[in-house]
Every structure is written in C-alpha cells, then in structure tokens.
C-alpha cells in the first residue's frame, strides 16, 4: 500500500487492509439498537448514504483523470464502509417484504397497486367466508325447526345440554387470565 493510498484509507475512518478504526467500530457499536424502528430508520439513513455516494462515485469516474485518483479510492472505501455498515444494521431488522411486490417494482408499477390488490382479496375472502357461515348458520337454524317438528323432546334436551355447555364454557373462560407472554393461567377452585 502505497501512501496515497493510506492517506485515502485513513481519510475514510478505515484501519489498513479493510479493517475499522475504533472510533469507526465504536460508531457501528452505538448505532445498534434494539428498537426496530430505530433500526429501520438507521438502514433507511445508510441507504441514503450509499445512493449519495455512488452518486459520487458515478460523477468521479464520468470525469475521470489522473489527479482523481486518490478521491475516486476514498470513495470506493466510504462505500465498502457503509455498505458493511448497512448489511450490520439490517442483520437487526426483520422485515419480509413479498416476492410479488418486488416483482412489480421491478415491472415499474406503484407498489400501492399491490396493497390495494392484497386489501380486495382479503375482503372478497371475508365476504365469501362470511357468506358460508351465515349459509351453515341458516342450515342449523333449519335443521333445528325440522327436528322439533319431529322429535321434540330430544331437541328440548339438545337445547338443555347446549345451554350448560354454553355456561360452563363462559364460567371456564372467566377463570383463565392471560399472562404477559401470552400463556393462558386457569385459576384452581380449591
């Protein structure tokens, strides 16, 4: 490594042969955090930092020339730097973005045309669903009727033994209380 090259190196925040400085390795510690917004929003601002400099590094090569050397490897650096930056800053967050909506911004399409398509299909699913239900509903009601037409005591009995299971299901879930992670605690009847 010649001196230009580690003054260029130096320059960036970076140790010699790729490796971070401690004060650029105390940055990257603090940034961090266990927020997820915060996490977003740090890869959100390391993203930017990367468009800006290629941006750089776009106008730097367009016009380059011998004397812009040592800037076109300051920022071939800066750019290894917080890309690294970035991929440490995204190992925190956990965020699925569907295949199918990379697709179409990829296609050039508004990725709120994929939301709006995701918000119908689950409300066309709802109303199909809602429809069987209310459809199984009108059956049982039916059924019921036609019964009691025919056997009349044994649906009153139907009815007595729905009623109690009914009451003893309501009592059952009085007496469970969820707890902070989301286990169910039944309480005992001593």
Known sequence: MDSSQ???TAGTAGGGNGT???????????????????????????????LGLLHQLYLTVSSF????????????????????????????CNIQVPM???NLIDDGKNPDEFTRDV???CITKNQITK???????GLRRHLLEELEQAFPDEVESYREIRAASAAELKRLAQA????????VKVKSDL
């Open 65 to 92: 020339n011998a004397s812009s050397q040592l800037p076109l490897l300051q920022c071939l650096n800066s750019l290894v730097l917080e890309l690294d930056n970035m991929v440490k800053l995204a190992e925190k």
């Open 119 to 121: 918000i119908n299909s």
């Open 131 to 137: 429809g069987k239900t209310d459809a199984f509903k």
């Open 20 to 50: 971070m400085t401690s004060q650029a390795s105390a940055m990257v510690a603090t940034t961090v955090v266990d927020d997820p917004k915060k996490n977003l929003n740090q890869v959100t601002n390391s993203i930017q930092k990367v």
């Open 6 to 8: 580690s003054a260029a």
């Open 176 to 183: 469970q209380t969820t707890l902070p992670n989301g286990d």
């Open 100 to 102: 199918e909506l990379l």
